[in-house]
């Protein structure tokens, strides 16, 4: 009995970092359905800066209401980066990208996010990469390509709309990583808030299309866009970082990879886009990768079960230099 008890609280503290993780993954892949319908009317820029509006709001009301205050000095440089790359830069190439390249090159260059977050974590944070991450990975990758390829619409790619699409995915990965450490000193909301104002800032050049844009758009057009700002951007990217403060940047990188699946299900439920045989095969290949890379081996496991201790996820220092 005694050996159990010291354990309860690290299993709580797994199951909600878990649950929180899976929050995210299913309001990420809701935001394929709403960035369907508003961009059709506001540009890559302006939905970017609308929908990061709509997030920073949200977002600093419940700060208030938290009285969370300012991050601490050591956390900012982390929050600047990803504010930067991943908020803000990436919104605007992703935006932008997909509107140039058909889904099956999207899928090939964006989802090798995980992937990169995955070799940016070793080499910068010291995480651990088992075979077991890498095995899921590629057969996440793979499924994920499997489901781009199956719906895409036979468009054509042009090479502007490839470069962005590898941007989104480089500035994805280093923003992850770069937000990893600011996390050690600063609580998920606090990380999220800020990084969300700093992403803004970034995008504010686009105020002049989101205001012109917004006086021309259809109402449901705006609602998506404040549903992009609301869920997928102000909860799902807090619930990420309580997440990744609790495992490694390149686990919760691989946990991604069980998006595209979702997204094959809520187009079809949302939009009537019934899914093929090669689509059902792809989103079974990512959620068996997901399970692949999220299981631990037998003997991880017997050492977890002696000592509540072994499989903890190391701690981020808390300084701000790991963030290089």
Do not use: H
């Not at 260059?109 to 974590?121: C, E, K, Q, S």
């Not at 944070?125 to 991450?133: E, I, K, S, V, Y």
């Not at 390149?250 to 939009?271: D, E, H, I, N, Q």
């Amino acid at each position: 009995m005694m050996n159990n008890t010291p354990s309860r609280p690290a299993r709580r503290a797994e199951l909600l970092a878990a649950a929180a993780a899976t929050v995210t993954v299913v309001l990420w892949a809701s935001a394929f359905v709403s960035i369907r319908s508003a961009g059709e009317a506001y540009s890559p820029g302006a939905l970017a800066l609308g929908r990061l509006l709509a997030g920073a709001l949200t977002l600093g009301v419940i700060c208030l209401l938290r009285r969370e205050g300012w991050p601490p000095r050591s956390a900012w440089r982390g929050i600047a980066i990803s504010g930067l790359l991943w908020f803000g830069v990436y919104m605007v190439a992703l935006n932008w990208g997909e509107q140039l390249v058909d889904a099956g090159t999207a899928a090939l260059v964006v989802n090798t996010g995980p992937i990169l977050i995955a070799l940016l974590g070793a080499r910068l944070l010291g995480d651990p990469m088992p075979p077991r991450l890498l095995a899921g990975m590629a057969v996440s990758f793979a499924g994920a390509v499997t489901v781009g390829l199956s719906m895409s619409g036979g468009g054509g790619s042009s090479v502007l709309g490839v470069v962005l699409c590898l941007l989104a995915a480089v500035t994805y990965a280093a923003g992850v990583v770069a937000q990893k450490p600011a996390l050690g000193t600063a609580s998920p909301l606090q990380v999220t808030t800020f990084g969300c104002l700093v992403g803004a800032v970034v995008c504010l050049p686009f105020a002049g299309q989101l205001v012109q844009e917004a006086a021309e758009a259809p109402a449901s057009a705006t609602l998506n866009m404040v549903y992009l700002g609301v869920f997928p951007t102000a909860l799902a990217f807090t619930t990420w970082a309580y997440a990744l403060s609790r495992t490694t940047a390149s686990r919760m990188g691989a946990t991604t990879y069980a998006a595209p699946a979702l997204v094959v299900l809520m187009s079809w439920l949302f939009l009537g886009e019934v899914p093929g045989l090669l689509t059902l095969v792809g989103g079974a290949l990512c959620l068996a990768g997901v399970a692949v890379s999220r299981s631990r081996s037998r003997s991880r496991a017997a050492a977890r079960a002696g000592d509540p201790g072994a499989d903890a996820e190391p701690r981020p220092e808390r300084t701000a230099d790991s963030a290089r």
